[in-house]
């Protein structure tokens, strides 16, 4: 895949020297708790050194890129389309800020930019959906911010520190992320 170039950040490849960004934000519960229950256990330096192995040899049924600052190429995340059903032309995303220092600055909403620009123009897909849980205030913010709107709700159906939250799904169409960009040009 090619990189991705925006205003501050490069959606880049895979790189071993990533390994050491990755286990940061695998070990650290105020960002693992914001994911899925694969970071329920500990996630082992195996576990995670697989990942990536896995994607800088292109066998894992994901796609994806790194968030990397654009001048230094320095890790800052991670986004990956994952599920993609080339028949019903939809992909599920995954995104990850893996720094505590560098949420809600922005990298997020850049990265999830240039993503939708990839998959709607390149990849031409009609869809892409995610999952986000309830209290993740500022994950809903940055994709409503991108264009995605709330399509469903499923009640408690995830729990976590002693209480049942809710899981939403939310999803952006290419028409959609057209009309945005076409208004964004005008103001422009």
């Given at each position: 895949?090619?990189?991705?170039?925006?205003?501050?950040?490069?959606?880049?490849?895979?790189?071993?020297?990533?390994?050491?960004?990755?286990?940061?934000?695998?070990?650290?519960?105020?960002?693992?708790?914001?994911?899925?229950?694969?970071?329920?256990?500990?996630?082992t330096m195996n576990q995670t050194e697989s990942?990536?192995?896995?994607?800088?040899?292109?066998?894992?049924?994901?796609?994806?890129?790194?968030?990397?600052?654009?001048?230094?190429?320095e890790y800052i995340g991670q986004i990956d389309?994952?599920?993609?059903?080339?028949?019903?032309?939809?992909?599920?995303?995954?995104?990850?800020?893996?720094?505590?220092?560098?949420?809600?600055?922005?990298?997020?909403?850049?990265?999830?930019?240039?993503?939708?620009?990839?998959?709607?123009?390149?990849?031409?897909?009609?869809?892409?959906?995610?999952?986000?849980?309830?209290y993740n205030k500022g994950a809903y913010k940055?994709?409503?911010?991108?264009?995605?709107?709330?399509?469903?709700?499923?009640?408690?159906?995830?729990?976590?520190?002693?209480?049942?939250?809710?899981?939403?799904?939310?999803?952006?169409?290419?028409?959609?992320?057209?009309?945005?960009?076409?208004?964004?040009?005008?103001?422009?």
């Amino acid at each position: 895949m090619p990189k991705l170039t925006g205003k501050r950040i490069v959606l880049r490849e895979y790189r071993k020297d990533d390994l050491i960004h990755m286990r940061k934000w695998v070990t650290n519960p105020n960002i693992s708790d914001n994911l899925s229950d694969i970071f329920l256990y500990p996630n082992t330096m195996n576990q995670t050194e697989s990942f990536l192995n896995s994607m800088l040899e292109g066998s894992a049924n994901i796609k994806g890129f790194i968030i990397a600052d654009k001048e230094s190429e320095e890790y800052i995340g991670q986004i990956d389309l994952v599920n993609i059903d080339w028949k019903n032309r939809v992909a599920e995303l995954g995104i990850v800020i893996g720094d505590e220092e560098k949420l809600g600055k922005g990298f997020g909403s850049e990265a999830l930019m240039l993503l939708e620009e990839f998959v709607f123009n390149r990849l031409n897909l009609n869809k892409l959906q995610l999952t986000v849980h309830d209290y993740n205030k500022g994950a809903y913010k940055c994709y409503s911010k991108c264009g995605f709107k709330e399509e469903g709700r499923i009640r408690e159906n995830f729990f976590i520190n002693g209480r049942y939250t809710d899981i939403i799904h939310m999803g952006i169409l290419k028409r959609e992320y057209e009309k945005i960009r076409l208004q964004n040009s005008k103001v422009e």
